[in-house]
């Protein structure tokens, strides 16, 4: 087991692990954040460079710093390392300095974007960027693509964190999709426009951390706090079948996969799960799913507490009516 | 213990020859009335006559079209968010080819309405939008014989087309608001 100690905080890992995951394992705000990361795709990582620290001790051996702040997610724990995340004023101007990058292209149309009230980019921005824009010239520009007949690519949005690629090349059988072109220039494609026909082709949807991939059979009917995340699971002979139902009323606007913390998918689902089951008769709804308070959805969804949760100075009072 | 020092206490007991005339009482009461047929009046006489509104008077709402004509409003659901009072409700639509001189943005409001009856004119919703699209105005919600003609739709909020007949709404945006629209690398924000 290594020792690693992040913001002050020590843990002990297995090796092989890296920074993020033993940050992920201590938990709390000194997790940083990850935008091309994903723990469930092998491979994933080493692009956004949103999850920036700086290693103060590399190890016990070698106490010497290193030189130029690392991506976590990327580099791996070393026994009796120290690690700074939020307690490093360089890292957080540096995060500043990476949503700048990640917004140079970035369209900011939240308003119209589906992906709005749940989008990683957002809360990044939101957490680390800077109110105001720099940018004066031109953005890229695409046409959007239907991928497929449930998929919507809008490469304006794209921040090339690969995940949708890695995604399809793991998750489905045959490369179908990738990037194209390099740089400034490079787009997510499905080759020659191939429609995406695979089982679980619409997990890249839940795994894109921005709105470049959206469900169609969802595009511009709601906005996500409008409607309620409601767990449910139903007997699927392709995928476990336990999804997040988005409701309104008794109509089912919306099936994703159930998201961790992290904002990482618990379960792949398949498309037919995903696209074809919208009837209430189709699930069943465990529950409200759990938001956390300073979600914009939570805004207005009321929930029964867990009993014990409640503090209420007048329960003795109800329980005993006085004579 | 009493609210104001007015309380009177009512008692039952037998009223004299003069107080059972009610003369002096009826007196009284027309001295209290003739007194204030002379005083200056509260009221006054609307519709003839209005009172002067303040230039940010929050009113009946607007919905705002740019320039060329076309609707602001992208039916992006944070004015319905920030209401306090849940008075404004709306569906959005994809915007076809051919339909961008009459929208924006590739998603619109397809019906938008806000119940007069519900909302308490705080303006937060103007302050939520991100598309500059919604404000209130001086205009006052007429008053109407049912509760459901209060419910309006984008045919009563939505500002005729015509240049003339454009609502003014500069008064309501500071000059801080109105320099940052003229910014080249904020125009996605207006
Ligand atoms: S489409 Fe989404 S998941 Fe794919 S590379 Fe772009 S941002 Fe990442
Ligand atoms: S003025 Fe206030 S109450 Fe009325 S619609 Fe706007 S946000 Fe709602
Ligand atoms: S906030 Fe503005 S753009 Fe968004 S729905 Fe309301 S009026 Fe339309
Ligand atoms: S999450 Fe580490 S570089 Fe993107």
Partial sequence: ?323 | MSLTNRTKVVSNKRMSFLERLYLPAIFKGMVITMKHVFMKKVTIKYPEKTREFSEIYRGRHVLKRDDEGRERCTACGLCALACPAEAITMVAAERQPGEENLYREEKYAKVYEINMLRCIYCGLCESACPKEAIFLTKNIVDSEYGRAQFIYGKDKLVEPVEKDKRIDVSKRQTPEVLAFKKLPNERHNI
Wanted: hydrophobic residues 30%; glycine residues 6%.
């Fill in chain 1, 1 to 323: 087991m290594l020792k690693i100690t992040i913001d002050g905080h020590s843990t002990e890992v297995e090796e092989g692990t890296t920074i993020l995951q033993a940050a992920r394992k201590i938990g709390g705000e000194i997790v940083p954040p990850a935008m091309c990361y994903y723990s469930k795709l092998k491979g994933s990582g080493g692009k956004c460079r949103t999850c920036l620290v700086k290693v103060s001790k590399g190890s016990e051996k070698d106490p010497r710093p290193m030189p130029k702040l690392v991506a976590s997610c990327s580099t791996p724990v070393q026994d009796g390392m120290e690690v700074q995340n939020i307690t490093s004023p360089e890292v957080l101007e540096t995060r500043k300095a990476i949503v700048e990058f990640l917004l140079i292209n970035h369209p900011l149309d939240c308003p119209v974007c589906d992906q709005a009230g749940e989008c990683d980019l957002q809360d990044l921005s939101f957490e680390h960027g800077v109110d105001t824009s720099r940018f004066e010239e031109g953005k890229r520009e695409f046409d959007q693509i239907d991928i497929g007949e449930n998929i919507k690519l809008h490469m304006n949005r794209c921040i090339l964190c690969y995940r949708c690629v890695y995604t399809v090349n793991q998750i489905t059988d045959g490369r179908i999709h990738g990037v194209l072109y390099r740089g400034d220039a490079s787009e997510i494609s499905t080759f020659i426009q191939n429609a995406i026909t695979n089982d679980f082709s619409g997990n890249v949807i839940d795994v894109c951390p921005v709105g470049a991939l959206t469900d169609r059979s969802f595009r511009f009917k709601s906005r996500v706090w409008f409607t309620r995340p409601m767990d449910a699971h139903r007997d699927c002979p392709k995928c476990s079948g336990k999804v997040t139902l988005w409701m309104s009323a008794n109509d089912i606007y919306r099936v994703t996969a159930r998201k961790d913390e992290f904002n990482e998918v618990e379960e792949f689902i398949c498309n037919e799960c995903r696209f074809e089951k919208k009837n209430a008769e189709d699930w069943i709804i465990e529950g409200p799913r759990t938001i956390t308070r300073t979600s914009i959805i939570s805004v207005n969804h009321y929930q029964k507490l867990k009993q014990g949760s409640i503090i209420n100075p007048v329960a003795k009072k109800i329980e005993k009516p006085s004579e």
